[in-house]
């Protein structure tokens, strides 16, 4: 009977136990199951959009690409001047035809069946000399001759060391200016990345106030349809009792229909900027996103003098200019040297033997000395070498031409901006005032038109104040944002953090 009555009792024990896991297994999957149904939020402000588009954007992608594509080629120019191990081979070269063969005492040609192979092997070391245009080699060279017929037989021929040096002379040294050019070159790209990161900021800047404006236009319309409401359930009490005429409901029931197309056209306009924002950022879940209204600075006050200085010195437009005016410079110059006198120098020393086998191509070897001169003088060219050093002066005063007016223009340009700037900061304080003032004062008339003491057209006019100025401080704002992240890209400065824009460039190169 014990038995009986414990067996019972573990049996209730087990199915409680079984009942309640299960319970708590569906509620945990009810929990996941809307956890998951629930899209996550997120609330962003204005440099986490920034942030964002500068990391995960397809111009981001594009900008970090295009650095990376300009430091291999600096690193592929730097190894110029680096000495190379170069390896050289001709293998299996074998020829059976029929020659010509002269004999020496009668003068007779006789045709006869050749038949050889020849194979040769050559290692060097090279190392170009940037200042003269020269190169200097050092080299070992092994040959092997095989005659199979008309008769058997073969030969070796050795060079243990051989230096070498070519030098031209009165020719256009390209080293000479790659080595001016090449590492400015390498430096604008990084400019130029940071400017391009900078372009990235003034479009996510534009795309994020796309949103704002919708974001706050959708607010406005709700707002104004539940004020709406209200006002019509007013002027419904005071038809009913006599203090209203049908034609005044009729047109209150109109706005409280107006309002409701209202709110439906901002909800589509939000999702139109909000799928153009999210595109631009990259982001393909179904993330719900609320941006923050930013706040302007409005103690900074930009130095128009300083930033002019900063444009033409910290960005890319100085180093494009620098580059510009030194190859219109190589231009001349190698018009000058392709116009007149030229030659080139080759003068090489070093050890050579000949031998039946290996070993002995490389026993006892003597010396060799090969020194030259080659020359090249035009004599007559129709002034065509004059025409071409004529017409690189004339592009380079072009040059010079297109630099100035290029300075003096993005002088002004910068001194423009910076004045917009400076003014918008009070614009912004302007219209923030007044956003406060039109929304209190339609709380205002709001309160009175309840009691009765205004019209419906005063209640109309104050509303729509309200929307204005509420719209108009957010165009300050979006007009503020753009100004400073136009500037940052053309001064490449931080003016709230006052300090240059830099990059994390050997992480770039590394990633």
């Known amino acids: 009977m014990k038995y009986l009555r414990a067996l019972c009792a573990a049996a209730v024990l087990l199915s409680c136990s079984v009942t309640g896991y299960l319970s708590a297994q569906n509620a945990v999957s009810h929990y996941t199951d809307s956890a998951q149904a629930t899209p996550r939020h997120w609330d962003f402000t204005l440099e986490d959009v920034i942030v964002m588009a500068q990391s995960k954007s397809l111009p981001a992608l594009v900008a970090r690409y295009s650095f990376i594509s300009s430091y291999w080629q600096f690193r592929s120019y730097k190894a110029q001047f680096l000495p190379s191990l170069n390896l050289g081979a001709d293998l299996g070269q074998y020829n059976r035809s029929i020659v010509a ?12 069946q050749n038949d050889n192979m020849n194979n040769s092997l050559q290692l060097s070391i090279d190392q170009n000399i940037p200042f ?27 060079n243990p060391v051989n230096i070498a040096y070519y030098q031209p002379i009165f020719q256009y040294n ?31 800047t534009t795309y994020f106030f796309n949103v704002l404006r919708a ?10 349809y539940e004020s709406t409401q209200q006002l019509y359930a007013i002027a419904q009490e005071r038809f009913g009792i006599g203090t209203y005429t049908k034609d005044e409901l009729l047109q209150m029931e109109l706005q409280l229909l107006n309002a409701d197309i209202a709110v439906a056209s901002a909800e589509v306009e939000l999702r139109q900027s909000m799928l153009s924002l999210r595109s631009y950022l990259g982001l393909t879940d179904d993330t719900e996103i609320t941006l923050i209204t930013p706040t302007h600075h409005s103690d900074i006050t930009i130095d128009e003098e300083d930033a002019v200085t900063r444009s033409l010195q910290n960005t890319s437009f100085s180093l494009n200019n620098e580059i510009n005016l030194i190859e219109a410079e190589a231009a001349i110059a190698q018009a000058k040297a392709d116009r007149g006198f030229s030659a080139t120098l080759t003068a090489q020393f070093g050890l050579t033997q000949t031998g039946s086998d290996f070993v002995s191509s490389y026993r006892n070897p003597i010396d060799q000395e090969i020194v030259g001169l080659s020359l090249s003088v035009p004599i007559v060219d129709w002034g065509l ?21 290029e300075i003096m223009e993005r002088r002004q340009d910068i001194y ?17 005032k007044a956003d406060g003032i039109a929304t209190e004062r339609f709380e205002l008339a709001l309160q009175r038109f309840r009691n009765g003491s205004i019209s419906i057209l005063d209640i109309n006019t104050a509303q729509n104040e309200r929307d204005e100025a509420s719209a108009q401080y957010i165009e300050e704002l979006a007009n503020y944002w753009n100004y400073y992240y136009s500037l940052r890209k053309d001064t490449l400065y931080d003016y709230i953090y006052g300090k240059d824009l830099d990059a994390e460039f050997d992480k770039l190169i590394d990633e």
């Open 101 to 112: 063969l002269q004999d020496a005492e009668t003068g007779e040609t006789h045709y006869v």
């Open 132 to 158: 003269t245009g020269g190169t200097v080699s050092l080299n070992t060279y092994l040959n092997r001759f095989d005659q199979f017929s008309p008769y058997g037989d073969m030969a070796y021929n050795s």
């Open 174 to 204: 390209r080293l000479k200016w790659e080595k001016k050019t090449e590492p400015k070159r390498y430096e604008m790209s990084k400019r130029v990345y940071l400017e391009d990161m900078e372009e990235i900021a003034v479009t996510a």
């Open 215 to 224: 974001q706050k236009s959708l607010e406005m319309t709700r707002s104004r």
């Open 385 to 405: 070498g004059k025409g071409k050093v004529q017409m690189a002066k004339t592009e380079q005063e072009i040059i010079l031409t297109q630099v100035e007016q």
């Open 416 to 432: 423009i901006r910076v004045i917009q700037f400076n003014a918008q900061a009070k614009q912004c304080d302007v219209s923030q």
